[in-house]
Structures are given as structure tokens and as C-alpha cells.
């Protein structure tokens, strides 16, 4: 049927309207927020120089995205890297999305979470603990077909420095 809350993009209710179960359901999922994953694996954990790595969250069907408008993707992490006099450790991020079917595409392109300047007297070291909060506008391609995101992280210096990405926990929702 129909969503019958004016705010919730539907329909305002009419003195004299039946609530039907199909109008009631649809209104509920609306105002809910579904929670599609929650992930606090090493998939695109790096430790190292030069060190690249990614994964593949799960996808989220047609059926769930054509009932929302936004996919909230959270990434609690924690980011180091260490210089010395002439190189920089650098730890970078970034995510990509696809329809279902499609091929991926930058969606947050490559972000430093946590860098040490080169120093010539001492080296330096940088630790962050921190979260990323992404916002996805669902278009209609994603909500006929599906779509998928992908985390990928890289230390690009390859000097021979130190510098680490640890996922804490990426969460994954629909609103």
C-alpha cells in the first residue's frame, strides 16, 4: 500500500482512512533504520611499508535499498605511522561503491588518517583513534539492483616505514 506519514515522504492520514497491515508495515520500515552489517574483522587491516589492502562489505539487495534513501557506512578505526629523518609514514583510506552487477567507483577518495613528517633530527610517530561517518544517496540504479562498498586502505610511501590501519568496528546502515 502505502506510507501514510507526510514526513516520511508518503502520505498524510484523512479522517474516515482504514489502517490496513500493508500501510502500517510500510510506514514502520520507513521510520526504521536497518542495521545491514556489522563488521569488525582485519579484511582491510595494513601493517607496513607500501602495504595495500581492502574488502568487500556485504551486499545490500534491491529488496532492502528500495525502501530507503541514504546507507550510512561508520568506520571506527585506529590509524599510526612513524617517520624518520628523510621519510614520512603515511596511512591512508578510502571507499568505493557499485551497483550490483557494476564495476566500483570512488565514492571517498584516498584520505590520510595519520602521517609523520619527515624530521632530521628525531623521528616522529602519529596514533589516531577516530571514526568516519559516510553518507550514500541511494539513486534508482541502487535500488533496482542492489549495491556493494569497499573499504581499501595503503601505506603509498614504501620507504621502508611503519604505518598501520586497524578497523575497530565499520557498521553499515540503511535510512
Do not use: R
Not at 605511522?81 to 551497483?99: D, M, P, T, W, Y
Request: glycine letters at 10%.
Amino acid at each position: 500500500m502505502a506510507v501514510k506519514i507526510l514526513s516520511l515522504g508518503g502520505t498524510d492520514w484523512v479522517n474516515g482512512d482504514v489502517l490496513s497491515h500493508t500501510d502500517l508495515i510500510d510506514t514502520i520500515e520507513k521510520a526504521a533504520v536497518l542495521v545491514h552489517e556489522f563488521y569488525t574483522g582485519a579484511g582491510f587491516d595494513i601493517s607496513g611499508s607500501g602495504d595495500t589492502d581492502d574488502h568487500e562489505l556485504n551486499a545490500i539487495t534491491s529488496t532492502n535499498a528500495a525502501k530507503y534513501t541514504y546507507a550510512k557506512v561508520t568506520i571506527c578505526y585506529k590509524a599510526t605511522s612513524s617517520a624518520n629523518a628523510a621519510n614520512s609514514g603515511i596511512a591512508q583510506l578510502k571507499i568505493q561503491v557499485k551497483e550490483t552487477g557494476g564495476a566500483y567507483g570512488d565514492e571517498f577518495a584516498f584520505t590520510t588518517l595519520s602521517t609523520s613528517f619527515a624530521n632530521p633530527d628525531v623521528g616522529s610517530s602519529d596514533a589516531v583513534f577516530s571514526t568516519i561517518t559516510w553518507y550514500h544517496t541511494l539513486s534508482a540504479g541502487d535500488k533496482s539492483n542492489g549495491l556493494q562498498f569497499k573499504i581499501l586502505t595503503q601505506e603509498p610511501n614504501g620507504t621502508g616505514l611503519s604505518a598501520t590501519i586497524n578497523n575497530i568496528s565499520t557498521v553499515v546502515e540503511l535510512l
